[in-house]
């Protein structure tokens, strides 16, 4: 993420010799070189956002030691410790902190955030245990509450999503929150303000989501080459087609 006046850019990044999470700064009139890093207060940091008009990021730490000399092995799942942080980036403090009280939320590695307001974050969870039950796999925490509202699924989808959240975000009004289950070939939707579920979208390994241009409209992708637009209000696609030779992945951004 870029700070507000665009003169340095944000990077999640790990520290493998401590196995700790950091920022690293980066200097966007300089050709990017790294002048600095701060602490991302946890493990695994993922994604990082920007309170909007602030100088505080928040971070998703997924909680999760990994190593690149070990890919795709977890090497802590026993002892994880997911979070988010909020940190002014002007000085590397921690402003206030997220941690998962009950043991069993200890398993859901935080991945994926938004912020729809200056106070709230609505973050999407990765269950890293053989069996998912019904935990809320997308929740929002109010800044300085502790306090959470969980996005409830019924249960035929909850189980069929494997307890894995793939990607997030919230159409331009900032009324509605869409999050991508690949591996149970849906796209997700939900109210903001009252968590009330909206319904879903059926993609193969649908995971890259963006907010539309409209109210209610979403940008969607798979690694197949397919991409359309979907109204979660008026739920109808637009702009479908489908390249073969496009393997899409994860993630997509607006550029506004």
């Known amino acids: 993420i870029f700070s507000k006046d665009g003169n340095y850019l944000f990077v999640t990044e790990n520290n493998l010799v401590s196995q700790i999470g950091v920022i690293g700064v980066y200097d966007v009139n300089n050709s990017y070189v790294r002048v600095g890093?701060?602490?991302?207060?946890?493990?695994?940091?993922?994604?990082?956002?920007?309170?909007?008009?602030?100088?505080?990021?928040?971070?998703?730490?997924?909680?999760?030691i990994t190593h690149p000399d070990l890919p795709e092995i977890k090497l802590n799942t026993d002892t994880m410790e997911p979070s988010l942080a909020y940190i002014d980036y002007k000085n590397g403090k921690l402003i206030d902190q997220y941690t998962p009280q009950v043991s069993r939320y200890k398993k859901l590695s935080i991945r994926h955030l938004i912020i729809p307001s200056s106070k709230d974050v609505i973050y999407a969870c990765q269950d890293q245990t053989p069996y998912q039950g019904k935990v809320p796999l997308v929740s929002m925490y109010s800044k300085g509450t502790k306090k959470l509202k969980h996005f409830r699924l019924p249960e035929k989808i909850h189980t069929a999503i494997g307890g894995y959240c793939g990607s997030i975000t919230a159409d331009i009004s900032g009324m509605i929150v869409a999050v991508s289950a690949p591996r149970g070939n849906y796209i997700l939707f939900w109210k903001i303000s009252s968590q009330e579920f909206l319904g879903y979208l059926t993609i193969a390994d649908?995971?890259?989501?963006?907010?539309?241009?409209?109210?209610?409209?979403?940008?969607?992708?798979?690694?197949?080459?397919?991409?359309?637009t979907y109204n979660a209000i008026e739920k109808a696609s637009l702009n479908r087609k489908t390249q073969p030779e496009v393997k899409w992945d994860n993630h997509l951004t607006a550029v506004h």
Do not use: D, M, Q, W
């Open 37 to 64: 890093e701060f602490s991302s207060y946890g493990i695994g940091p993922h994604e990082i956002s920007l309170i909007p008009k602030t100088n505080i990021i928040v971070v998703a730490n997924g909680g999760i």
């Open 206 to 228: 649908g995971c890259g989501i963006s907010s539309g241009i409209r109210p209610g409209e979403f940008a969607v992708t798979n690694s197949g080459g397919y991409f359309s």
